[in-house]
């Protein structure tokens, strides 16, 4: 079946270095990928989106790669702060009317001071 | 602006009892979803509103109802409460204007069923 998936389960940085999360998607109908953030005890916050006739998309330190060729989404988070500190999942939306988001398993980010 | 609102924050239920998870948004969503997360399993959905008085099944509906009698509320009634429902259980909105616009998730209801 389609999947959304990250080739990371874990990454750890220093503080103040930039942090590259991977995710990859396999259902080529996506056409709306977002990033969240997950803090423990707390729901998934929105960072960041992009629709798929996009290529990079840039927000506030944070940075969004779309590749459709290799069906990769790649979430950057410039000078990485411990605050940065979460789960982060990848979600596509595939479409139809059901606006169905399909969630990646997560990626675990820890800053180190 | 207080955005999704869950309600409780975590409960503790005997197998066969029922309950009801409370949601409600005050950002005039149309679209409203309840999703279950579970380790290594990421958020799957439950049940999706597309407004008041629809209703529709997601990927993982049985043993759940909902009913979306208003724009702002979408409660989530578990029946008959099975171990196999301890989870942690989100609700989350969006809206239709404009294009593409995410969900927003309220901080859960942490369920645990003995």
């Known amino acids: 079946g389609e999947s959304v998936g990250l080739h990371l389960p874990t990454l750890s940085v220093q503080e103040g270095d930039n942090s590259i999360i991977n995710c990859a998607y396999s259902?080529?109908?996506?056409?709306?990928f977002i990033w969240y953030k997950q803090e423990s005890g707390k729901g998934p916050q929105f960072i960041i989106d992009?629709?798929?006739?996009?290529d990079k998309r840039q927000g506030q330190r944070v940075t969004v790669l779309l590749n459709k060729t290799v069906k990769h989404l790649s979430l950057q988070i410039a000078a990485t702060q411990p605050g940065d500190s979460a789960v982060y999942f990848c979600?596509?939306?595939?479409?139809?009317?059901?606006?169905?988001?399909?969630f990646g398993k997560g990626t675990l980010l820890t800053v180190n001071p | 602006n207080a955005g999704v609102t869950q309600t409780p924050k975590f409960q503790v239920l005997k197998t066969g009892q029922s309950m009801t998870l409370q949601c409600a948004q005050d950002?005039?969503?149309?679209?409203m979803s309840w999703y279950r997360q579970d380790p290594g399993m990421g958020l799957r959905l439950i049940h999706y509103?597309?407004?008041?008085?629809?209703?529709d099944q997601g990927e993982v509906p049985n043993g759940y109802n909902v009913s979306r009698s208003t724009t702002e509320d979408f409660p989530l009634r578990l029946l008959s409460a099975a171990p196999s429902q301890t989870s942690v259980y989100f609700c989350?909105?969006?809206?239709?204007?404009?294009?593409?616009?995410?969900?927003?998730f309220g901080d859960g209801t942490r369920l645990s069923i003995l």
């Open positions: 989350a909105s969006r809206t239709f204007r404009g294009v593409d616009q995410p969900q927003h």
């Open positions: 259902n080529s109908a996506s056409d709306y």
């Open positions: 509103s597309v407004g008041a008085g629809i209703t």
């Open positions: 979600a596509e939306n595939s479409g139809g009317s059901n606006y169905k988001l399909t």
């Open positions: 950002m005039n969503h149309e679209y």
């Open positions: 992009i629709r798929s006739n996009m």
